[in-house]
């Protein structure tokens, strides 16, 4: 049986995640432990990890600090060992080289790039950025296996990770301009939409996610 390492930093959509993950699994014929943790040798001992989150770049950066150990043992899990890597929402703003929301956070680096604010072309598009919206240039990435442009995914967030490099954008979203719905470079990828409350099309992410050999 595979593990995955969710990892807990005390982040609101984590029992969201759980269950989504292990529903996902189900859902395929998996043989899959979803192990809830902030230990790092459960975290080196993975094989995939995800790091979910929501709310302020700064506050879950910290969450993530104050697990003493986890960054280190995901940075060598992700970055040396070369597992498979999600993460979701502000888990894969946490990507970025930093964010820019309530001063300047350092971020993980491993997508580079900045956290920004949306500033959409238009006071009709609302911010924060919250509901259903449609993928736009989806890639030929086994992420997005069977979840062609169009599919509709859930978002609720007012800042984007904009990637330096344009080819590490996997899916686009228009809210009154494009910005990134998803990254992906080698075995680490993130999506900005939840998933977890994706109905059927988050699942079918997850799951592709879980069968993901890069």
Not at 89 to 104: H, I, K, S
Request: hydrophobic residues 45%; charged residues 20%; negative net charge.
């Amino acid at each position: 049986m595979s593990t995955l390492a969710l990892i807990d930093y005390g982040s609101g959509n984590l029992a969201s995640a759980e269950k989504a993950l292990v529903a996902a699994a189900r859902q395929g014929g998996d043989r899959l432990r979803v192990n809830v943790t902030d230990k790092p040798e459960e975290v080196l001992a993975a094989d995939r990890i995800v790091l979910p989150g929501v709310g302020a770049f700064a506050a879950c950066m910290d969450g993530v600090k104050s697990r003493p150990g986890v960054i280190e043992a995901m940075t060598e899990a992700v970055t040396k060992n070369g597992r498979p890597f999600l993460g979701i929402c502000v888990g894969m703003q946490l990507l970025a080289t930093r964010g820019l929301e309530f001063g300047e956070t350092k971020g993980l680096g491993w997508i580079p790039g900045d956290v920004r604010r949306l500033e959409p072309a238009g006071p009709e598009f609302k911010i924060p950025h919250m509901g259903w919206n449609a993928l736009t240039n989806v890639a030929d990435h086994p992420l997005f296996e069977g979840l062609a442009d169009g599919t509709h995914m859930y978002f609720t967030h007012s800042f984007a990770l904009y990637p330096t490099d344009p080819a590490q954008v996997a899916a686009s979203v228009d809210h009154g301009g494009l910005f990134a719905a998803a990254v992906a470079s080698g075995n680490i990828a993130g999506v900005q939409f939840h998933p977890e409350k994706s109905q059927a099309a988050g699942l079918r992410l997850l799951h592709n996610f879980l069968e993901w050999k890069p």
